[in-house]
């Protein structure tokens, strides 16, 4: 169960993340933007179930099965959520955040799936 909320949670938080930066355009005088709702309502939540059920996978990991890609992993995992804050604060948003976003979970995808080293 544990595996299928990770998943789950992943697929919330990078997507969201993703849809994030696409976002453009006018928003409403006195309405949170389109973006912070995105970020609020989808990237966080996927974010803390990511999180949640991944220490919860831990705790259930067999011994030796965490090596090198999962602590690469844990890094870019990291990465990604300094750019979710700096993101959510305003201080990032350009054209290249979807792409890099995409990169970084691609690697993070892979590394889990493929565990090579
Ligand atoms: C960018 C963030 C993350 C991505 C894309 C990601 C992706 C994945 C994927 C795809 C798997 C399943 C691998 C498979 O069974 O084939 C997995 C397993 C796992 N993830 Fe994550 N994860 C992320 C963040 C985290 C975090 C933050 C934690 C810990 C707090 C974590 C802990 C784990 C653990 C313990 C497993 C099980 C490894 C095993 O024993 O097979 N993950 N992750």
Redesign the pocket.
């Known amino acids: 169960m544990e ?1 299928v909320l ?2 789950l949670g ?1 697929v919330l938080w ?1 997507g969201a993340l993703l849809a994030a930066g696409l976002v453009r355009g006018p928003e409403q005088p006195g309405q949170p933007s389109t973006r912070r709702r995105v970020l609020n309502t989808l990237a966080l939540p996927g974010l803390v179930l ?2 949640l059920a ?2 919860g ?2 705790a259930h ?1 067999h011994s030796g ?2 090596t090198g890609w999962f602590h690469v ?2 890094t ?2 990291a990465v ?1 959520v300094v750019l979710h804050v700096l993101m959510a604060r305003g201080r990032l948003g350009g054209v290249w955040f979807t792409p890099v976003v995409g990169l970084l ?1 691609l690697a ?2 892979t590394l ?2 493929l565990k090579p080293f």
């Open positions: 595996w990770h998943i992943v990078l990511t999180v991944g220490l996978l831990m990991a099965t965490l992993k844990l870019l995992a990604l979970g993070a995808i889990a799936h």
